[in-house]
């Protein structure tokens, strides 16, 4: 420890003179034995009475227990799907680290306490029971995807590991009704506050000096006079307002400027030119798609495969023919079939129409062994980055 931080300050104090500074200084800060902010309480005091339980009958119990802990887990997913099916995002990700592998070094950023200054809490999980669906073992996968359907409602899709090449769909909506109107404010409640005002006052100004701004100090004395002053009671529901928005600005876009409400463009992520060293040649424009080539797309109501790739069969404007493949990104690709329907035993190459916005990826051509490309693998996974803007680290 002494050494790592010595790479930032060549002269750390010593562990007694710490000691020493912390009882004199700053007695008024209790140091926990253990790190509570990456930590759940509940989950942390179940594993540790499960270790020290050896009679079958608590144990079972105690994951009983666990589990109904875990059940809580719904109201994030449910709290997904209200926000894809109204639009403020088009598909959420969700994925858990693997256990033993959720402490990273840049975790000890996030182990820093940060705060923000709100007086507004909603009620989200009564306000979202009465709309979700029956749900169980979603504490078993590791990723999640949320993203509607072409009736407009949230579908949800797991995975057990990220490595797995196949998504599995549920059968059922995650909201099993439509969530309207919004969810009521948490009325504050002071009387613990009330009881200790005085305390947390004087404790508060005690550490004053170490305070860097003026305006903190000042947020901190207006808070005692005003702790226990009602609220704005005629506020609106924020996420009502973002919808509210994104509709106007969709109202005055051109059909063209807005595309496909599925489709999205890697801007920051298209390649860079080349380096080149001397003359050499300019770096080629990504080419046109034509007939032959593969692509790869994203259509919502194959969400479940993935990636979904095609090859392009004819081209008339905006239109593609194209004829779908079976593969995973790190095995080879074969073209699919299906079954002519009246016939017995005959099969048809399987083709479709798409629209040219529901392309993402750049034109190209399979390798001789029938893998992807590792360019394209590469765009796969900047595209899956980048696209899948949810991301939760328990």
């Given at each position: 420890m002494v050494s790592e931080s010595q790479v930032e300050f060549p002269e750390p104090v010593s562990y007694s003179h710490f000691l020493r500074l912390w009882r004199e200084e700053a007695s008024y800060i209790a140091i926990p034995k253990h790190n509570r902010f990456s930590k759940c309480d509940t989950c942390t005091l179940i594993k540790t009475k499960l270790?020290?339980?050896?009679?079958?009958?608590?144990?079972?119990?105690?994951?009983?227990?666990?589990?109904?802990?875990?059940?809580?887990?719904?109201?994030v997913l449910a709290f997904m799907a209200y926000l894809v099916e109204r639009k403020i995002f088009r598909k959420v990700k969700i994925s858990f680290l693997m256990v033993g592998h959720t402490h990273e070094d840049v975790d000890q950023v996030f182990s820093k306490p940060t705060s923000i200054r709100t007086s507004d809490v909603y009620n989200i999980t009564e306000w979202l029971t009465p709309h979700i669906?029956?749900?169980?073992n979603h504490s078993r996968p590791h990723v999640f995807k949320i993203t509607?359907?072409?009736?407009?409602?949230?579908?949800?899709?797991?995975?057990?590991?990220?490595?797995?090449?196949?998504?599995?769909?549920?059968?059922?909506?995650?909201?099993?009704?439509?969530?309207?109107?919004?969810?009521?404010?948490?009325?504050?409640?002071?009387?613990?506050?009330?009881d200790n005002i005085d305390r947390l006052e004087n404790d508060v100004k005690t550490s004053f000096k170490c305070f860097a701004k003026e305006e903190d100090k000042e947020w901190w004395y207006c808070f005692f006079r005003n702790y226990d002053a009602p609220n704005d009671t005629n506020l609106s529901w924020p996420l009502e307002d973002l919808a509210a928005e994104k509709r106007k600005k969709h109202s005055h876009a051109s059909e063209e400027e807005l595309g496909d409400p599925f489709t999205f463009h890697l801007q920051e992520?298209?390649?860079?030119?080349?380096?080149?060293?001397?003359k050499g040649s300019s770096a080629s424009k990504p080419r046109a798609v034509s007939n032959d080539d593969f692509v790869l797309v994203d259509i919502p109501k194959y969400a479940g495969e993935w990636p979904q790739l095609c090859q392009v069969i004819n081209v008339a404007g905006d239109q593609f023919t194209v004829h779908w493949y079976r593969g995973s990104r790190t095995t080879a690709w074969t073209p699919c079939k299906r079954r002519i329907q009246g016939t017995r035993?005959?099969?048809?190459?399987?083709?479709?129409?798409?629209?040219?916005q529901q392309i993402w990826s750049s034109a190209f051509k399979l390798t001789p062994s029938g893998h992807i490309p590792k360019k394209i693998r590469d765009e796969l996974e900047s595209y899956e980055h980048y696209y899948y803007i949810f991301m939760y680290h328990p």
């Open positions: 270790g020290e339980t050896r009679d079958p009958a608590k144990r079972a119990i105690l994951i009983e227990k666990r589990e109904k802990h875990l059940r809580l887990q719904k109201y669906n029956a749900i169980k509607s359907d072409e009736s407009g409602k949230a579908r949800l899709f797991w995975k057990e590991w990220s490595t797995d090449k196949k998504w599995n769909e549920t059968t059922e909506y995650i909201l099993k009704s439509d969530v309207e109107g919004e969810p009521d404010i948490v009325v504050p409640f002071f009387d613990e506050i009330h992520e298209t390649p860079i030119p080349p380096v080149v060293i001397g035993g005959k099969q048809e190459a399987w083709t479709e129409i798409i629209n040219k």
